[in-house]
T-cell receptor, first 113, second 112 residues
Framework: ETGVTQSPTHLIKTRGQQVTLRCSSQ?????VSWYQQALGQGPQFIFQ???????GRGNFPPRFSGLQFPNYSSELNVNALELDDSALYLC????????????FGPGTRLTVT | GEDVEQSLFLSVREGDSSVINCTYT??????LYWYKQEPGAGLQLLTY?????DMKQDQRLTVLLNKKDKHLSLRIADTQTGDSAIYFC????????????FGPGTSLSVIP
């Protein structure tokens, strides 16, 4: 167990709706990265938050947004859901001095119908 | 290109060694990783190697890195049925932050 938790475990939404996914970092970690893993594929980097600021982003549209809170927990928000947003969403946390070691949570399985 | 490449499937007999191969793209990648994912679970960081190393051994796991060919391999000695999972190779393309790029994963099946 990594100490990274995510909620909810599963979620079903309808196309066009909005969703918020949550992540709690491992103790002592101040950086959170979010990934999207479509079925049968490797995770794809969405963005990273460090000290409450977005400091890196992958090739995802602006309807994917995030927040990081003073306790370093984080949210991923997705607006105007599309069918292709159905995936496992993973968050990973890391510490400031060992940012190259990312520890993943169990993920949230999002299904868009 | 952007892609990290891996063969998609590997099948081995219990007790044999497994070798999973990967090619990555960015010669300036700082760290190379192997992650394990069991069905319905998140990713477990198995091991990683810094780019100035050739080899790293950790119990049953041996990682070999060939920077010239941008080739990474993971050898699992004495493979057990509990090793059946998907193994992801990944590279860290650090610019101003740790951006980790994953391959498609290799599904390892261990035959009893």
């Amino acid at each position: 167990e990594t100490g990274v938790t995510q909620s909810p475990t599963h979620l079903i939404k309808t196309r066009g709706q909005q969703v918020t996914l949550r992540c709690s970092s491992q103790s002592g970690h101040n950086t959170v990265s979010w990934y999207q893993q479509a079925l049968g594929q490797g995770p794809q980097f969405i963005f990273q938050y460090y000290r409450e600021e977005e400091n890196g982003r992958g090739n995802f549209p602006p309807r994917f947004s995030g927040l990081q809170f003073p306790n370093y927990s984080s949210e991923l928000n997705v607006n105007a859901l599309e069918l292709d947003d159905s995936a496992l969403y993973l968050c990973a946390s890391s510490s400031e001095d060992r940012g190259y070691e990312q520890y993943f949570g169990p993920g949230t399985r999002l299904t868009v119908t | 290109g952007e892609d990290v490449e891996q063969s998609l499937f590997l099948s081995v007999r219990e007790g044999d060694s497994s070798v999973i191969n990967c090619t990555y793209t960015d010669s300036s990648s700082t760290y190379l990783y192997w992650y394990k994912q069991e069905p319905g679970a998140g990713l477990q960081l198995l091991t990683y190697i810094f780019s100035n190393m050739d080899m790293k051994q950790d119990q049953r796991l041996t990682v070999l890195l060939n920077k010239k060919d941008k080739h990474l391999s993971l050898r699992i000695a004495d493979t057990q049925t509990g090793d059946s999972a998907i193994y992801f190779c990944a590279e860290n393309r650090w610019t101003s932050y740790d951006k980790v790029i994953f391959g498609p994963g290799t599904s390892l099946s261990v035959i009893p």
